[in-house]
């Protein structure tokens, strides 16, 4: 239905924003200098080159939810061809950068810009192939949020508890 896809929009975009906000304000307290050994990056250097990952992660994370449109109207194999080339202009532009600038927050600003706009042409795309699918809250309800909340939250632990235990000893022999 609309609305689940509207609510997952709303729902992915508020808790990416309120992501990308705590991250902001973390990553100018935290001594990356200190922590990361990196001569050649100060500490707000490294904050920004932070800020500017996290702020691609949410695009990526809106990305994916185009996919998913990609995905439900039967159009999975040019979602996943058309995502895959995102992600070969992502390191492609990056790495060009990376070469030219030799400087993190550009480099990082580099994959911010590709991103963006491979998402916006993505999603564009989307609207041609799917023009029923449409980005936005318009038609949410809070009932239908009320009940997809309990599923949203169990998919959640779920994720979060493969990633505890694909990565949990790892980290606990590392330390």
């Known amino acids: ?62 990305g994916a939810l185009a996919e998913s449109g990609f995905r439900c109207d039967g159009n999975f194999v040019l979602g996943t061809v058309c995502s895959m080339f995102l992600r070969i202009v992502d390191v492609t532009v990056g790495t060009a950068v990376a070469v030219v600038t030799g400087s993190l927050p550009a480099t990082a600003l580099a994959y911010l810009i590709a991103r963006t706009g491979g998402t916006l042409c993505y999603a564009a795309l989307l609207h041609h192939r799917s023009p029923w699918l449409s980005f936005g809250v ?38």
């Open 138 to 175: 318009r038609h949410a309800r809070w009932e239908t949020i009320r009940m997809l909340a309990a599923p949203a939250a169990g998919f959640v632990i779920l994720s979060l508890a493969q990633a505890i235990v694909l990565q949990g000893f790892a980290l606990m022999v590392g330390a």
């Open 1 to 62: 239905r609309i609305d689940s896809q509207l609510l997952a929009v709303l729902g992915l975009t508020s808790a990416s924003l309120a992501a990308l906000a705590a991250a902001s304000v973390l990553a100018w307290w935290c001594p990356w200098d200190r922590w990361l050994h990196i001569a050649s990056l100060t500490n707000k250097g490294a904050a920004l080159t932070v800020i500017l990952l996290s702020a691609y992660t949410v695009v990526a994370q809106q």
